[in-house]
């Protein structure tokens, strides 16, 4: 489970290049990229370039963010065809968060592990 004070991998190594991403998208308020270390035929991660802890740490002011968010994962889905082979949004909270910053993955295909 991801704690405030944790390792934040979005922040520390994909926002600051020390890894390097293979990027879909991007805006001033949003990054979107292929995941690292897919485990799907197609796994992609999107997240606000705001440090936000996960989705419970959501205020009023970030509907719009969350609004870019989910259109970016539309039109992703749509570039890439994803919709063929069925298409997930998902993001955790709590013990299924392994990274301490608000992260959506879409997926899609069947799982490469």
């Known amino acids: 489970m991801a704690k405030r004070g944790d390792f ?3 922040c520390e190594q994909a926002l600051s290049g020390k890894t390097p991403v ?10 979107a990229f292929y995941h690292t ?3 799907f035929e197609t ?3 999107i997240i606000p370039k705001e440090h936000i802890h ?4 959501l205020k009023d002011h970030h509907n ?3 609004l870019e968010i989910v259109k970016v994962a539309i039109d992703i889905a749509k570039t890439l065809d994803m919709e063929s082979k069925g298409v ?3 993001t955790n909270i709590g013990k299924f968060q392994e990274t301490p910053h608000l992260h ?3 997926i899609s295909g069947e799982k490469t592990f």
Do not use: P
Request: aromatic residues 12%; proline residues 0%.
């Open 8 to 10: 934040d991998f979005y």
């Open 22 to 31: 293979k990027k879909i998208y991007e805006s001033a308020r949003v990054l």
């Open 88 to 90: 997930r949004l998902v």
């Open 37 to 39: 270390k897919s485990k």
């Open 64 to 66: 719009n963010l969350v």
């Open 54 to 57: 996960d989705l419970t740490h």
């Open 43 to 45: 796994h992609i991660v």
């Open 104 to 106: 959506f993955h879409l």
